[in-house]
């Protein structure tokens, strides 16, 4: 039993409608250059008036709320700040423990300060 020599014709590729081409282009412009292009213009934004950064300035919250600056704190940095609160205990806790406790704390302490609050 010899082989046939002759290869196997090759099948034959059907091209996609011109139509369908230019709609998956039109597509890829509103999904991908659009936001891209939305996104850009924002980050120049940040830009205007400022020197030094390119991230946008801080803004109040950050002072006034107690999980945005425990969010950006690493675990050491936790424990010196549970240190600092009198926190017993906070060498042994895990993050999201340590991270409850001086929540508790801080709010305890906000509080504090806006019932010694003198009005104008």
């Known amino acids: 039993?010899?082989?046939?020599?002759?290869?196997?014709?090759?099948?034959?590729?059907?091209?996609?409608?011109?139509?369908?081409?230019?709609?998956?282009?039109?597509?890829?412009?509103?999904?991908?250059?659009?936001?891209?292009?939305?996104?850009?213009?924002?980050?120049?934004?940040?830009?205007?008036?400022?020197?030094?950064?390119?991230?946008?300035?801080p803004s109040g919250a950050w002072s006034r709320l107690p999980e945005l600056r425990l969010a950006t704190l690493n675990l050491a940095q936790m424990r010196l700040l549970a240190r600092s609160e009198g926190i017993r205990g906070y060498a042994g806790l895990g993050r999201d423990r340590l991270t409850a406790r001086l929540l508790r704390r801080l709010r305890k302490g906000q509080k504090a300060l806006r019932g010694r609050a003198k009005p104008l």
């Open 1 to 57: 039993m010899a082989e046939d020599p002759t290869p196997a014709p090759l099948r034959k590729l059907h091209p996609l409608p011109r139509g369908l081409v230019e709609l998956y282009g039109l597509l890829a412009v509103l999904f991908v250059l659009v936001p891209e292009w939305m996104a850009e213009g924002a980050l120049f934004g940040f830009r205007d008036g400022r020197s030094g950064s390119d991230l946008p300035i």
